[in-house]
């Protein structure tokens, strides 16, 4: 990627995190990028696309990082174990992310609906895929892979977030601990 394009990002992520999308100017991006207005125009054709280009690296960035954590997994246990570790590591790196993140899948859902469905897609239909293993090999219970999937994602999520937003600190190995108890008291036999 290039280098201003990378300060974009970064500009774009620390703005929207604390300001979300609709409040923040494209003026203000630039500003932070240290980048002029126009240079944002080159590589973005306007807010959305700068939006939705955010949400689609991040979460090609964490499909990515899940797929090579699971590749040499074959437990569906393990598998999912990995799967809450990285989401937990991506997060604790990239916090202002996170909560760009979930303010504008829950607070402009409708204006990025399609985006967010076809990244969120590909990222949890490897969940969905180690579920199903877990459910064929009898360590899962039979439950609806794309509710479970979902609901992990939900959860690693919006836990994230709570310790992004309401403590000073963030233990990713309790936090992953506590995700396990829970998530896999419902979900193993």
Not at 161 to 169: A, D, G, I, Q, S
Request: aromatic fraction near 12%; include cysteine; hydrophobic fraction near 40%.
């Amino acid at each position: 990627m290039h280098p201003k394009k990378e300060r974009i990002f970064a500009a774009a992520i620390k703005k929207f995190s604390y300001k979300g999308s609709t409040s923040t100017t494209m003026q203000e991006i630039a500003k932070e990028a240290g980048v002029g207005k126009g240079t944002l125009y080159r590589y973005f054709d306007n807010k959305e696309d700068l939006t939705s280009s955010l949400m689609k690296m991040g979460f090609e960035e964490i499909t990515n990082d899940i797929k090579e954590a699971v590749s040499q997994v074959d437990d569906p246990i393990m598998k999912l174990e990995e799967m809450i570790d990285v989401q937990l590591q991506f997060y604790n790196q990239h916090q202002n992310f996170c909560k760009f993140l979930t303010r504008e899948i829950w607070g402009y859902k409708n204006k990025f609906e399609e985006n967010i469905k076809e990244i969120r897609g590909n990222y949890t239909v490897i969940i969905e895929e180690v579920i199903a293993q877990g459910i064929e090999s009898g360590q899962f219970k039979d439950v609806n892979v794309e509710t479970a999937a979902s609901s992990l994602v939900g959860m690693v999520n919006i836990t994230a977030l709570h310790w992004f937003l309401f403590k000073e600190n963030f233990p990713i190995n309790e936090i992953k601990d506590d995700i396990m108890k829970v998530y896999f008291a419902g979900l193993t036999k």
